[in-house]
């Protein structure tokens, strides 16, 4: 959070950080590179405890998705994972109860990931009002552009829960400015064009979206869609603070490996980053 009589940035707007910015800010400071992991939400009866051990694994913040019926950005592997917590019966509201039961034990901050017709059917001042009681920090709504996106933020400012904003490669460089002076937490640098999944390589647009962010923000720049091993999140990190990882991680999910088979993924995740950017 901003000390106070500290002055914002140059080129920040001037907002107070909430928990998902100051722990990523926290490791940049520190001089290393973030990691932030996507689980999906009600998937296995274990998925909480899945989350508590990734957070103990190295994981600076967690994305847990929300799943929702029709997920535009989602590859196969999200697909799946969420028609399978959907069947198990998962709803936005089991799930928030369930991070607000373990809000304590998960020990770093959390944002949601899900759609804006979820938020909307709830009401945005409702669904922001109940990711803050959930202790959920951040929100991530990947249908909701920029020009739609101002009454959703004012809700999640007044309820203190941070809006994450993407940037894709498709962007130009007159839309950045805008989208990195609204969007709280971190700026979401979207590796290429396309749905979400583990790819043999990098998108060129992978790093080029991100240095483009690094030139006109503050903000912490994180790499997620089509980051899916330890060496693409190092590469990614030579330019951008951070990498998001899904498919990865929720294929470990899908495939039964428990909390600790998942932890250990993202414990190579973390050694990586760790061992290229210390």
């Given at each position: 959070?901003?000390?106070?009589?500290e002055?914002?940035?140059?080129g920040?707007t001037?907002h107070?950080?909430?928990p998902?910015?100051?722990?990523?800010?926290?490791r940049?400071?520190?001089g290393g590179?973030c990691?932030?992991?996507?689980?999906?939400g009600g998937?296995g009866?274990?998925?909480?405890?899945?989350?508590?051990?990734v957070?103990?694994a190295?994981?600076?913040?967690?994305e847990v998705g929300?799943?929702?019926s029709?997920?535009?950005m989602d590859?196969?592997?999200i697909q799946?994972?969420n028609?399978?917590a959907?069947?198990?019966?998962?709803t936005?509201?089991?799930?928030l109860a369930?991070?607000?039961?373990?809000?304590a034990d998960?020990g770093v901050?959390?944002?949601?990931?899900t759609?804006?017709?979820?938020?909307?059917?709830?009401?945005?001042?409702?669904f922001?009002?109940?990711?803050?009681?959930?202790?959920v920090?951040?929100?991530i709504?990947?249908?909701?552009?920029?020009?739609?996106?101002?009454?959703w933020?004012e809700?999640a400012?007044?309820a203190?829960v941070e809006?994450?904003?993407?940037?894709?490669?498709?962007a130009?460089?007159?839309r950045?400015?805008?989208?990195c002076a609204r969007?709280r937490?971190?700026?979401?640098?979207?590796?290429l064009?396309?749905?979400?999944?583990?790819?043999e390589a990098l998108?060129a647009?992978?790093?080029?979206?991100?240095a483009r962010?690094?030139?006109?923000?503050?903000?912490p720049?994180l790499?997620?869609?089509g980051v899916g091993?330890?060496?693409?999140?190092?590469?990614v990190?030579e330019i951008?603070?951070g990498?998001?990882?899904g498919s990865?991680?929720?294929?470990?999910?899908?495939?039964?490996?428990?909390?600790?088979g998942?932890?250990?993924?993202?414990?190579e995740?973390r050694a990586a980053?760790?061992?290229?950017?210390s």
């Amino acid at each position: 959070m901003t000390a106070p009589g500290e002055a914002a940035p140059s080129g920040v707007t001037d907002h107070s950080w909430g928990p998902l910015e100051s722990a990523l800010r926290g490791r940049r400071r520190a001089g290393g590179k973030c990691f932030v992991p996507y689980l999906t939400g009600g998937l296995g009866d274990d998925w909480l405890e899945t989350i508590c051990a990734v957070a103990a694994a190295g994981a600076d913040a967690i994305e847990v998705g929300v799943p929702f019926s029709d997920p535009v950005m989602d590859g196969t592997v999200i697909q799946q994972a969420n028609d399978r917590a959907l069947s198990q019966g998962a709803t936005p509201q089991s799930i928030l109860a369930a991070l607000r039961g373990a809000a304590a034990d998960i020990g770093v901050p959390t944002a949601v990931m899900t759609y804006v017709n979820i938020a909307h059917h709830m009401g945005y001042e409702r669904f922001a009002s109940s990711l803050a009681d959930a202790g959920v920090s951040g929100c991530i709504l990947p249908d909701l552009p920029l020009e739609e996106v101002g009454e959703w933020a004012e809700h999640a400012d007044t309820a203190g829960v941070e809006t994450v904003l993407l940037a894709a490669p498709t962007a130009p460089d007159k839309r950045l400015p805008r989208i990195c002076a609204r969007s709280r937490g971190f700026v979401y640098s979207v590796g290429l064009m396309g749905i979400t999944g583990v790819r043999e390589a990098l998108a060129a647009s992978a790093t080029g979206t991100a240095a483009r962010l690094k030139a006109v923000t503050d903000l912490p720049v994180l790499v997620g869609v089509g980051v899916g091993t330890p060496a693409q999140a190092a590469e990614v990190c030579e330019i951008a603070d951070g990498a998001v990882v899904g498919s990865a991680v929720v294929t470990r999910m899908l495939e039964g490996a428990g909390p600790d088979g998942v932890a250990a993924l993202v414990a190579e995740f973390r050694a990586a980053l760790d061992e290229a950017h210390s």
